[in-house]
Nanobody, 123 residues
Framework: QVQLVESGGGLVQAGGSLRLSCGAS????????MGWYRQAPGAQRELVAA???????NYTDSVKGRFTISRDNRLDRVYLQMNVLKPEDTAVYYC?????????????????WGKGTRVTVSS
């Protein structure tokens, strides 16, 4: 089992910054990729950014150049630095952890989710 707990959400004005943090506990050695997803009201959940254990990252186009994902493997934490925030970034942000394929097959579980942290950007 892996548990994920997010923090750092809040209310910010457009153009401002926030830093989200997610801590993983439990069988963290089984985690390959950690990422952030978001879900705006009435919309589907979408990938914002992800980072694997080796530090390779990918971002959705709308946040490139504004958001930075980072990871501390020793502390089992992943961060999302969000700059130049826009009202359209308003959403609940969820931390996600994808297991290595070996452990996914072993456990029959592909990934785990946190409960989310709300980000509201006012115009």
């Amino acid at each position: 089992q892996v548990q994920l707990v997010e923090s750092g959400g809040g209310l910010v004005q457009a153009g401002g910054s926030l830093r989200l943090s997610c801590g993983a506990s439990g069988s963290t050695y089984q985690i390959d990729v950690m990422g952030w997803y978001r879900q705006a009201p009435g919309a589907q959940r979408e990938l914002v950014a992800a980072i694997n254990r080796g530090g390779n990252t990918n971002y959705t186009d709308s946040v490139k150049g504004r958001f930075t994902i980072s990871r501390d493997n020793r502390l089992d934490r992943v961060y999302l630095q969000m700059n130049v925030l826009k009202p359209e970034d308003t959403a609940v942000y969820y931390c996600n952890a994808v297991l290595f394929p070996y452990y996914s097959d072993l456990r029959g579980v592909v990934d785990y989710w946190g409960k989310g942290t709300r980000v509201t950007v006012s115009s």
